[in-house]
């Protein structure tokens, strides 16, 4: 009788560990990040390799046993060391599968490799034992190849550099489970691309060795997708949260109160309501709260009514009339019509127009963003020019901003009466050097000025009225004059973490405009006859756009 001996493991799996032998000996660490982190820039990814080593590649084997796995495995010439348990591999399948992690025996087995520098490396075979009873997990994982991943080793792992690490890594892949293998002293966190253009390097693993529970705490809560949906679900709260905060003041009685009691008597609010609004602000980052106390943080203090520049009035048009405007978002997006009109019955600045105490507000929350107008005369020279136009300038804030760092300049603000009334109180200590002009400046705009401002106004429009609006100035503007656009620019390509981005949409929202990229605020420009000279960044994601007339000087 001639008996025969059935292969411990699967003709698949074995060349799915020929394949990653391959790629460990074809790629070292610097490959593998560029591989595995290509939207980071390469001084960022030769920063990271400063910190890490490429330790190995890893993939999933299914043995339908483990007996005489690693002969089996020396004899096709892939020769391991003696095998050690899997502790959060194990765990991460038993919650996947719903099976009991004590009825899953998984080991991790050594291939010693070198990589293409030559350096000693490893490939690190998870081997699932799997009787009949598992191989629907075999079946599926070698499908999705979920646990598969190359890991780089930390040099010197403590927790202000694994932080650091963490925290580059995730901007470009999403935490993906980790934990703690007591076996090895050594804690791994795992990160994922799901949609990386190098299939072989989709996940990441960061070993460290040692135990860090506090950072392997915030990396397992942040691998569920859940919690930052939430997250993005419940931000509406947050708006909110602070608004209404704003309403009542809080953030101008927690200058001078720390007791609950007094901050409810102050506010004529409901104490136990308030504790609980106050234990959200503290988890927002605008409250600070030690014990019974409670005041403000740095942030928070942005909403004091007394601060120069103060947020506060942005805080409620976001959690007033824009927090309602956008609740009819699906609308807008169906019809491409804004919804501020649908709520409240006309535009947004003929809504403004026909209240003053709104107008008020809005003109104050745009003053709020006071950082962007400090900018604008560091990054421009306004010192050869004597006259500067502020077309539809609002309450003057950017042209107080202006005429204060250049005591020579003149200057001339265009607007409705309305937005007049307010920006004569704001440039009162200027008023000998200023010019108020009422106008409509689709039609037309001062003809007498050297520099022209037109400071967030072209994303409040479509763009057949951005090229009237700068037709306008065209035709006005002395051919020597200069342009300033005032914007936000949408970046080139989408995903980046760029204030631009949500404010497109309330733009569709509340104006029916919207926010472009500087390659089409230049085509608007051609259009009427400008050519861009120059682009600076400023502060709040804004940029300086600066043209002048075709073929002028």
């Not at 074809?26 to 490429?54: C, I, M, N, Q």
């Not at 599968?97 to 010693?112: E, F, N």
């Not at 190098?198 to 860090?212: I, K, N, T």
């Not at 022209?452 to 503007?477: E, F, N, P, Q």
Request: net charge negative; glycine share 8%.
């Amino acid at each position: 009788m001639i008996s025969t001996t059935t292969p411990a493991l699967a003709t698949a799996d074995l060349a799915r560990v020929t394949a990653a032998i391959a790629l460990l000996g074809a790629t070292d660490t610097a490959s593998a990040l560029a591989a595995a982190l290509p939207s980071l820039d390469e001084d960022h990814r030769t920063a990271l390799a400063g910190h890490v080593t490429l330790d190995h590649v890893a993939l999933l084997i299914f043995p339908e046993t483990l007996d005489g796995l690693a002969e089996e495995l020396t004899a096709q010439g892939f020769p391991v060391g003696p095998a050690t348990p899997s502790v959060v591999v194990r765990e991460r399948l038993s919650s996947r599968y719903g099976v009991p992690s004590d009825d899953l025996d998984v080991r991790i087995l050594r291939v010693p490799v070198t990589d293409r520098t030559g350096l000693p490396r490893e490939v690190e075979l998870f081997a699932m034992a799997t009787p009949p009873e598992l191989a629907h997990i075999a079946e599926d994982e070698r499908r999705t190849g979920r646990e598969s991943h190359f890991a780089v080793t930390v040099r010197r792992p403590d927790p202000v550099v694994l932080r650091g690490l963490r925290a580059s890594i995730a901007t470009a892949m999403r935490p993906d489970g980790g934990g703690y293998n007591g076996h090895e002293d050594s804690t791994v966190l795992y990160f994922r691309d799901a949609h990386g253009a190098a299939p072989s390097f989709r996940r990441l693993e960061l070993v460290c060795a040692g135990r860090f529970p506090r950072l392997l705490a915030t990396h397992q809560r942040e691998s569920c997708a859940g919690t930052e949906l939430l997250r993005l679900l419940t931000g509406a709260w947050a708006t909110r949260a602070v608004a209404t905060a704003a309403e009542l003041r809080l953030f101008d009685h927690l200058e001078t109160l720390d007791d609950v009691s007094d901050l409810a008597a102050a506010t004529g609010a409901d104490r136990p309501s308030l504790v609980r609004l106050l234990r959200y602000l503290t988890a927002l980052g605008v409250v600070r709260t030690a014990g019974p106390r409670h005041g403000l943080t740095e942030l928070g203090a942005l909403l004091r009514s007394d601060q120069p520049g103060s947020m506060r009035p942005l805080a409620l048009m976001y959690g007033g009339p824009f927090y309602r405007s956008f609740g009819a978002l699906t609308d807008s997006v169906r019809d491409g019509e804004e919804s501020y009109a649908k709520v409240f019955g006309s535009h947004h600045f003929e809504h403004l127009a026909a209240d003053p105490d709104l107008a008020e507000l809005f003109h104050r929350s745009m003053a709020s963003s006071n950082a962007v107008f400090a900018g604008v005369p560091r990054v421009f020279d306004f010192s050869t020019a004597r006259t500067v136009v502020d077309v539809a300038g609002g309450n003057g804030e950017l042209l107080s901003r202006v005429l204060h760092a250049n005591p020579a300049l003149h200057g001339v603000l265009m607007d409705r009466p309305h937005a007049l009334t307010a920006a004569r109180e704001r440039l009162a200590d200027v008023a000998d050097r200023v010019t108020l002009v009422p106008g409509d400046f689709t039609e037309s705009v001062p003809g007498f000025g050297d520099v022209y401002l037109l400071s967030r106004v072209l994303h409040d429009w479509d763009d057949d009225r951005c090229r009237t609006i700068l037709a306008a100035c065209a035709r006005s503007m002395p051919d020597h004059a200069e342009l300033l656009v005032v914007e936000r620019l949408l970046p080139a390509s989408g995903g980046a973490d760029d204030l631009s981005i949500p404010w497109d949409v309330h733009m569709l929202c509340n104006t029916g405009g919207r926010e472009r990229t500087a390659s089409e605020y230049r085509a608007l420009l051609a259009d009427a006859g400008f050519e861009v000279v120059d682009t600076h960044p400023l502060p709040l994601d804004a940029h300086l756009v600066r043209a002048r007339r075709h073929g002028s000087r």
